[in-house]
């Protein structure tokens, strides 16, 4: 019989247990407007910074171009966004903010807000802000997750480092 051992800390577990108990709470507080924070997020930055590519987007957000087009479909389905091609390049598709967009970013900022003070109240401000800090250092790796070439490790795989 093969024994197996426990891998050992795991980042990506840890960040995703956290980001679905943090996403969790943000959901909840925008759920009266009906957006899920995900959707709020998006709404927000266009409404900062205005009409963009989706893959532009999805840059700005960390996200794949095809998991953007996908969390598009509904904000433009409820007329929150439009997803036009660009006039500059036919291959691109700008999307924009539309006013009833607006609209819903408005009535979830202070929603939002809650959740923020909230999350803060019980963890800290402080830390939670060296949080995003060290989130935002995450994302200055290099692993370069939406590459064409997948990653390869140059060891043992770890199936085979955990038999026993």
Same mark, same amino acid.
Do not use: H
């Given at each position: 019989?093969?024994?197996?051992t @426990?891998?050992? @800390?795991?980042n990506n577990l &840890?960040?995703?247990?956290a980001?679905?108990?943090l996403?969790?709470?943000?959901?909840?507080?925008? =759920?009266?407007i009906g957006?899920r %924070?995900t959707q709020?997020?998006?709404? !927000?930055l #266009? +409404?900062?910074r205005? /009409?963009l590519?989706? %893959?532009?987007?999805a /840059?700005?957000?960390a996200?794949?171009?095809?998991t953007?087009?996908?969390?598009?479909k509904?904000l &433009?389905?409820e007329?929150?966004?439009?997803i036009?091609p660009?006039?500059a390049d036919?291959r691109?598709?700008l999307?924009?903010l539309?006013?009833?967009?607006?609209?819903?970013v408005?009535?979830?900022?202070?929603? *939002?807000? !809650? =959740?923020?003070?909230?999350?803060? $109240?019980?963890?800290?401000?402080? /830390? &939670?802000?060296e949080?995003? $800090?060290? #989130?935002? =250092?995450?994302?200055?790796?290099?692993l !370069?997750?939406w590459?064409?070439?997948? *990653?390869?490790a %140059?060891?043992?795989?770890? +199936?085979?480092?955990?038999?026993?």
């Amino acid at each position: 019989m093969t024994t197996r051992t @426990p891998v050992g @800390p795991c980042n990506n577990l &840890a960040l995703r247990k956290a980001a679905r108990y943090l996403g969790a709470t943000y959901d909840r507080a925008l =759920a009266p407007i009906g957006l899920r %924070s995900t959707q709020f997020s998006i709404l !927000q930055l #266009l +409404s900062v910074r205005g /009409e963009l590519t989706i %893959s532009g987007l999805a /840059e700005l957000i960390a996200m794949d171009r095809t998991t953007m087009a996908t969390n598009l479909k509904p904000l &433009a389905r409820e007329g929150l966004v439009t997803i036009e091609p660009s006039a500059a390049d036919r291959r691109a598709r700008l999307v924009a903010l539309t006013p009833a967009g607006l609209a819903k970013v408005k009535a979830g900022l202070p929603l *939002w807000q !809650q =959740a923020q003070e909230r999350f803060e $109240a019980k963890f800290g401000a402080a /830390e &939670a802000a060296e949080l995003r $800090a060290s #989130l935002d =250092a995450v994302l200055d790796t290099g692993l !370069q997750p939406w590459a064409e070439q997948p *990653w390869t490790a %140059s060891r043992q795989e770890p +199936s085979e480092a955990v038999q026993a």
